[in-house]
């Protein structure tokens, strides 16, 4: 019953801003640590940013200073606010949810950065 569902991304010139959100549903979202990851055509996906359950923030040194997660847990939506967007930020970006049972992935929202 637990759906992940990313939407926001876009194509945007470098030095452009997007602001990601994963909604989520079938879960008590709130008590739940999340996550941000992104994956390039023929590359492995990699850890981007995580937020805990309560808003404690860490960020991959790729993105460190550029972009912010967040959460709102009235919503039940994480957010990734991408700024000073570069052509190597283009992936797509997918949330997760970790549950000692499993994770869950959604669809991925795809993200271009390009002039």
């Known amino acids: 019953q637990v759906q992940l569902v990313e939407s926001g991304g876009n194509l945007v010139q470098p030095g452009g801003s997007l602001r990601l959100s994963c909604a989520a549903s079938?879960?008590?979202?709130?008590?739940?640590?999340m996550g941000w990851y992104r994956q390039a055509p023929g590359k492995q996906r990699e850890w981007v940013a995580t937020?805990?359950?309560?808003?404690?923030?860490t960020y991959a040194d790729s993105v460190k200073g550029r972009f912010t997660i967040s959460r709102d847990n009235a919503k039940n939506t994480m957010y990734l606010q991408m700024n000073s967007l570069k052509p190597d930020d283009t992936a797509i970006y997918y949330c997760?949810?970790?549950?000692?049972?499993?994770?869950?992935w959604g669809q991925g929202t795809q993200v271009t950065v390009s002039s």
């Open positions: 997760k949810m970790p549950t000692y049972v499993r994770a869950y």
């Open positions: 079938g879960t008590i979202f709130s008590i739940n640590n």
């Open positions: 937020i805990t359950s309560s808003g404690i923030t």
